[in-house]
């Protein structure tokens, strides 16, 4: 904890503190969850309280450990306040994907940082697109890039099947949430490192052609 900044720290401690609470307290849970026919009905508010909800210890730990690894690029690259700032445009980032997905399905609901957290991830790929980043049952190293497509092409697919009990659009929402405000933050990034924007650019762009197709 030593080594983490403040705004790491802070970020961590109140999905801790939000989470601890929602597991002893179902009312608080149920009242604060992502839920499409409570933020239709106007409780807009949970489009940014069910992001620092979680379902379990085991959905809390992955979204904070993850964020552990990756907050420290971007605030390397910018600062704490900017880190803040491209957190929770991620988080409202992919709730609002989110409802834009669902708005038919009342009954839909969410919790979890995983929007956030992605968008911080997202973030510090298109920084340092190169960085080697190990994944589970791969034996090598890859670039940054590389599991930053594939992931979002993973998440498309998870939108379309509805593949397990995960928030894939928000997962999808929040790294464009990461994308945009970072090369606002950083519009160098355009000129610098072309390519690289470009190709983190394409699921995105993919992922709203097979919205207007109908394909998803």
Sequence with gaps: MNNMDIATIVVIAANILVSLKGFNDSYFFDRYKFGIGAIKAGQKERMLTSGFLHVDIAHLFFNMFTLYFFAPVVIRWFSEGKFIVIYFIS??????????????EPYYTAVGASGA?????????????NMQLGIMFIPIPLPAYILGIGYLLYSIY???????NIGHTAHFGGAIGGYITTLLF???LLQTDTLMVFLLAL???LLFILEKMGKL
């Design 91 to 104: 988080l409202l980032a992919g709730s609002l994907l989110a409802v834009f997905f669902h708005k038919n």
């Design 158 to 164: 998870g939108m379309k099947s509805r593949l397990g």
């Design 117 to 129: 957290v992605t968008g911080i991830l997202y973030s510090a790929i298109l920084l340092q697109p």
């Design 203 to 205: 699921p995105i762009v």
């Design 186 to 188: 950083m519009p160098s």
